[in-house]
């Protein structure tokens, strides 16, 4: 029998703030610019929006902040922060919220101006008890530390950590909207400026400004809209850990938990779903998740992405926008995912289009590989 | 129970800044628990007691954090599983943070980071490993 939330929820509306550098910007300027989007895209108004799903990185009281800037008075509304993955995680939130009657039309909303104000990533996180002594680069030494682990136990190679930086380049070059779309061989990578070994400068995501919306409404409501719904078949979320140092095991995330709880959900399998849309802030996080989620063996995702397996024409189509590592990454890239997913499933994706995609994954992170959150959507004949 | 003040996050610095490396233990399970807590994680029993820490242990991961000559040059950062089992963050010193490996055997030695008392760990003599073959 179904899950009783499959299928009870639809992104009817997305948008977003275009190019990754917007000097004189704040985030919350970006993220109305995205909201605005989002509206336009579908065909509502502003004060239809009764259920709000925000979260930032500046902002301690992101629900409110956004609300009133917006100038809405949302019914129910959720700010809550497990890092990037929140607003993945807020989809499933939106989802039993519009069930439960709750609300009617859920905005799920972020902005960020951490390329321009900066070039750093922004971060209201505390210092972490017993490691921030230690003088470690957050996050990228935590995910070099889960790097080097994957590299001892599965001889996974630098190379093969650049061949997803490539993949993601690849996808860039077909998307006008790509931050990033110079051409980038796996010698580039490997020659790059080392930051915390064995990630290089190019291991890296973008440091990007940026806004995205997305407007979630129930099915029945959804089908009176001028877009193609793109249905909410399953989400899970789990985490294991805060600081890197109490992760159980640096080689397996819980998106081991997250996965197969969403996949259950949705009542698919991997070998069903058309597009991945993947958390990649640093190259290994494409490996990890593959693996995690079932499309490869432990241990096996660094020879799965070598010889183009993941870029254009490969038999896997992974993070089509470019992803964190090509196409934009404002500090927290969890939206994007569930974007490109929506974007790939209404079929308007252009020279980076997957022919025929009916079923998406979009699986958030957040923190040092701490909180992961699935997620699975498809069109109306996967209902 | 009475809990006693000052917490645990407490008395493990002033143990550090007495020059002692002091982990806790769950006197019902015998289990060793780092970082210091109020309660067993994830069993909930609070009668916790000090222990003194072997000083042993094993480089779980490591990274070389890369940082410009002038500023104080490279540094290590690794993760360190205790002999007594536990995890935690730490810097191996005493060595060029380039020769640190996964698996070499290293040895807790309380110095100063920041004009802190600080948890560091050294390569532990008696494993030869990493001066190579």
Known sequence: ?383 | MTFASPGPERQFQDFLAEGKFMIQRNIKTGAFIFYPRVLSPGTGEDALEWVEASGAGTVYSTTVTRQRPEKGGDYNVALIDLAEGPRLMSRIIDIDPHEVTIGMAVRAKIGELNSEPALLFVPDKKDLSHYGP
């Open chain 1, 1 to 383: 029998m179904a899950h009783k939330l499959r299928g009870k929820s639809a992104i009817v509306g997305l948008g977003i703030a275009p190019d990754g550098e917007r000097p004189g910007r704040t985030g919350i300027e970006l993220l109305a610019e995205a909201v605005h989007a989002a509206l336009a895209d579908c065909g509502l108004r502003l004060n239809d929006i009764d259920g709000l799903f925000a979260t930032t990185a500046v902002h301690s009281m992101p629900a409110p902040s956004v609300g009133e800037y917006l100038g809405i008075q949302p019914k129910y509304s959720n700010g809550s922060n497990i890092g990037g993955s929140s607003f993945v995680a807020h989809c499933l939130g939106a989802t039993l919220a519009l069930e439960a009657g709750l609300c009617d039309v859920a905005l799920v909303a972020y902005g960020s101006n951490q390329r321009t104000a900066g070039g750093r990533l922004v971060t209201m996180s505390e210092p972490m008890p017993y490691e921030a002594i230690y003088g470690a680069r957050y996050p990228i030494s935590a995910y070099a530390l889960a790097a080097a682990r994957h590299m001892h136990e599965f001889g996974t190679t630098r190379a093969q950590l650049a061949a997803v930086a490539v993949a993601a380049r690849n996808w860039a070059e077909l998307n006008p909207e790509a931050f990033a779309r110079d051409p980038l061989t796996i010698e580039d990578v490997l020659n790059s400026r080392m930051i915390s070994d064995p990630l290089s400068k190019l291991d890296c995501c973008l440091v990007t400004d940026g806004g995205a919306a997305i407007i979630m409404t129930r099915p029945d409501q959804a089908k009176d809209l001028p877009r193609p719904p793109v249905y909410f078949l399953g989400a899970a979320m789990a985490h294991w850990h805060r600081m890197i140092s109490a992760m159980p095991d640096l080689t397996q995330t819980a998106a081991q938990e997250s996965g197969p709880r969403t996949m259950e959900m949705a009542g698919v399998a991997c070998e069903d779903i058309d597009v991945l849309e993947l958390y990649d802030a640093f190259t290994i996080n494409t490996i990890l998740f593959l693996e995690d989620l079932g499309f490869c063996a432990k241990g096996e995702g660094g020879a799965f992405v070598e010889g183009g397996r993941i870029a254009p024409g490969g038999a896997l189509a992974v993070n089509t926008n470019g992803g964190g590592l090509s196409c934009v990454h404002p500090g927290m890239y969890g939206l994007y995912t569930v974007i490109e997913a929506a974007r790939q499933l209404r079929g308007t994706c252009g020279a980076r289009q997957i022919e025929n995609a009916k079923i998406g994954l979009a699986h958030g992170n957040g923190g040092v590989l701490s909180s992961q959150v699935t997620s699975i959507w498809g069109t109306e004949e996967t209902l």
